[in-house]
């Protein structure tokens, strides 16, 4: 890997990042799902429209052996219990109309492709919309049952058997028309730099991808595998409640899950890994 530039600035300078070892480069490995599936995880070439990046990386990459082994086997991964628990609730009949997920749209693989077009615009209520949008509102407008909240096992759980059933597929969010605003808006925020630390996300899963910020492997900041199952939480973690941790480590205030930054964030970092495999639910440390 070539050697990149620490980007500028005294408050970073104070951080470690350290990459002098072989160990630093992300693992030259293959990830064949299942024995069957082939995911790709690195690309020789970022879209076109991102500045910062010649070649794409999972985040699967920047992890241990014994993580990415676990992420190979749907049998070995924790983050398929989650998706095993989302089929019942698939098929359960919840709310006044009486109506399971299962009422509308058959079988879970019906949405093969649609978390990679995640988030998106939605002509109909004219803006941005994550899976999780979507999700709810199937719930409250069409099955007469309450919202899931963000972070709710639920909502959670649901997310990563829609993702499941596209694993494979490459990620492919458009950026274009409607959607060209949020992007924008996403784009100034990945390269804001926050808190007493003054980071941009750039400064870590850019300038520093394949380094090491104290005991972590940096990664390129990908969200082709969300949900992850995180071993550190012993559970799945969605890609806001992930941006909200980064944006926490550099000491300033975030935003919420859900929230419209969020939500235009989420889009831009996801143009960045277009054409990489979606994955989640991924394992990561
Ligand atoms: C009463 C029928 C009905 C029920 C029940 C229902 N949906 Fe939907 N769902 C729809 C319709 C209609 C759409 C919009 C399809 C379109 O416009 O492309 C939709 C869209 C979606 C989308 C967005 C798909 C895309 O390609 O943009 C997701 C995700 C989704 N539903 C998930 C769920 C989940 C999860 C449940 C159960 C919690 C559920 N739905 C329950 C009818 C239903
Ligand atoms: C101080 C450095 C730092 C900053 C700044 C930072 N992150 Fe991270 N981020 C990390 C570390 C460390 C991890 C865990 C290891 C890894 O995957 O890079 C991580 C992980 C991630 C992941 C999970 C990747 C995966 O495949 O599991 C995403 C997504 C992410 N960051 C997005 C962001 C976004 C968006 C921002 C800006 C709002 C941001 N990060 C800012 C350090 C940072």
Same mark, same amino acid.
């Given at each position: 890997?070539k050697?990149?530039?620490?980007a500028?600035?005294?408050?970073?300078a104070?951080?470690?990042?350290?990459?002098?070892?072989?160990m630093?480069d992300?693992?030259?490995?293959?990830?064949?799902?299942?024995?069957?599936?082939?995911i790709?995880?690195?690309t020789?070439?970022?879209?076109?429209?991102i500045?910062?990046?010649?070649?794409?990386?999972?985040g699967?990459?920047f992890? /241990?052996?014994?993580t990415?082994?676990?992420?190979?086997?749907?049998?070995?991964?924790p983050?398929?219990?989650?998706? %095993?628990?989302?089929?019942?609730?698939?098929?359960?009949e919840d709310?006044? %109309?009486?109506k399971?997920c299962?009422?509308c749209h058959?079988?879970?693989e019906s949405?093969a492709?649609?978390?990679?077009?995640m988030?998106?615009y939605n002509?109909?209520?004219?803006t941005?919309?994550?899976?999780e949008?979507?999700?709810?509102?199937?719930?409250?407008?069409?099955?007469?049952?309450?919202?899931w909240? #963000?972070?709710?096992?639920?909502?959670?759980?649901?997310t990563?058997l829609i993702s499941?059933v596209?694993?494979g597929?490459?990620?492919?969010?458009?950026?274009d028309?409607?959607?060209?605003p949020? #992007?924008?808006?996403g784009?100034?925020?990945y390269?804001?730099?926050?808190g007493?630390l003054?980071l941009?996300c750039s400064?870590?899963? /850019?300038?520093?991808?394949?380094?090491?910020?104290?005991a972590?492997h940096?990664?390129?900041?990908?969200t082709?595998g969300?949900?992850?199952?995180r071993?550190?939480?012993?559970?799945l973690?969605?890609?806001h409640?992930?941006f909200?941790?980064?944006?926490?480590?550099?000491?300033a %205030?975030?935003y919420?899950?859900?929230?419209?930054?969020?939500?235009?964030?989420?889009l831009?970092?996801?143009?960045?890994?277009?054409?990489?495999?979606? /994955?989640?639910?991924s394992?990561r440390?």
């Amino acid at each position: 890997m070539k050697m990149r530039q620490l980007a500028g600035g005294c408050a970073l300078a104070a951080l470690a990042f350290s990459g002098l070892s072989a160990m630093a480069d992300p693992a030259d490995d293959n990830l064949l799902l299942n024995g069957e599936t082939e995911i790709v995880t690195h690309t020789d070439a970022a879209p076109e429209y991102i500045d910062g990046l010649s070649e794409q990386y999972s985040g699967w990459h920047f992890r /241990e052996a014994d993580t990415r082994v676990m992420q190979a086997d749907d049998f070995d991964n924790p983050g398929m219990l989650a998706v %095993e628990a989302a089929i019942d609730v698939w098929n359960t009949e919840d709310g006044s %109309e009486g109506k399971a997920c299962a009422s509308c749209h058959e079988a879970p693989e019906s949405m093969a492709g649609v978390r990679t077009q995640m988030p998106k615009y939605n002509e109909a209520k004219g803006t941005l919309y994550s899976l999780e949008m979507y999700i709810n509102d199937c719930r409250t407008e069409r099955m007469g049952a309450e919202a899931w909240g #963000w972070n709710d096992a639920s909502m959670v759980n649901m997310t990563a058997l829609i993702s499941s059933v596209s694993r494979g597929m490459p990620m492919n969010v458009a950026i274009d028309g409607p959607a060209a605003p949020f #992007w924008e808006q996403g784009k100034e925020m990945y390269y804001t730099r926050y808190g007493q630390l003054e980071l941009a996300c750039s400064n870590c899963h /850019e300038d520093n991808y394949g380094n090491y910020i104290r005991a972590d492997h940096l990664s390129q900041g990908q969200t082709n595998g969300f949900p992850a199952y995180r071993l550190k939480n012993a559970g799945l973690v969605s890609i806001h409640n992930r941006f909200k941790g980064c944006i926490r480590d550099t000491r300033a %205030e975030t935003y919420k899950e859900g929230s419209p930054e969020f939500i235009a964030l989420e889009l831009y970092v996801a143009s960045r890994g277009n054409g990489l495999s979606v /994955e989640g639910p991924s394992v990561r440390n």
